[in-house]
């Protein structure tokens, strides 16, 4: 799963992919609605790869905790995340991160979390399949194996 295309912009709504990039601009589309826009420099955004949840012992990459929400609730977030009360949102993050920050990580947050994921899972941008061993990397042989 590659969320380094995928970003969020400070101040706008949504998630945006990366299209194409020029002169002191880059071309986004809104995953929600897939219309174009331009970003500037001057426009705080953050690339999902580089996202991270605050947890009680190393901080956990987005992606990762998006991967916990889907081994625990599947393709779809089993609670209506935009009407959940703070202690709601609460309850079912601690569900899907157990070891999550209580301190650092405030109930915006988790909500956000819980909106993204349903947002990238309904457009099919999360693949949580594991992706093969390289065989050619398995099948090297060692310096003795060449020998004989």
Known sequence: MD???IVSISGKPG???IKSQAVGRIILE???DGKCIPAFARD???SLEEISIFS???DRPLKEV???INEKMGDKVDFEWKKASNEQLREKFAFVMP????EAVYPSDMKK?????QMLMDKGLLDFTVEPENQEETKEETPAEKAE
């Open 44 to 46: 705080r955004m953050s």
């Open 66 to 68: 998006f991967k916990m």
């Open 99 to 102: 070891d999550y920050d209580e």
């Open 3 to 5: 969320l380094t295309k």
């Open 113 to 117: 979390v819980f909106q993204w994921y």
């Open 56 to 58: 009680t012992d190393e």
């Open 15 to 17: 998630l945006y992919q």
């Open 30 to 32: 809104s995953v929600i």
